[in-house]
């Protein structure tokens, strides 16, 4: 569970898992929790080179 106000309804949050199903899915319980600034990577990390396909599932929270 989120702790409540660990991260601002308002901060940027980019999330990246590998094939982009999980971070959907956390996008979309995010959004449902007041978060507005949700980004996903369409396709997750495989989308971004052949390489990334060894990649592990992993979420990213990035603060700008």
């Not at 590998?18 to 997750?44: A, P, W």
């Amino acid at each position: 569970t989120l702790k409540e106000n660990s991260i601002a309804l308002d901060e940027a949050i980019v999330i990246i898992c590998h094939t982009g199903l999980e971070s959907e899915r956390l996008g979309l319980f995010l959004s449902q929790n007041k978060y507005k600034n949700i980004v996903v990577l369409e396709g997750g990390a495989q989308s971004l080179s052949p390489a990334a396909t060894d990649i592990k599932d992993m979420y990213f929270l990035l603060n700008r």
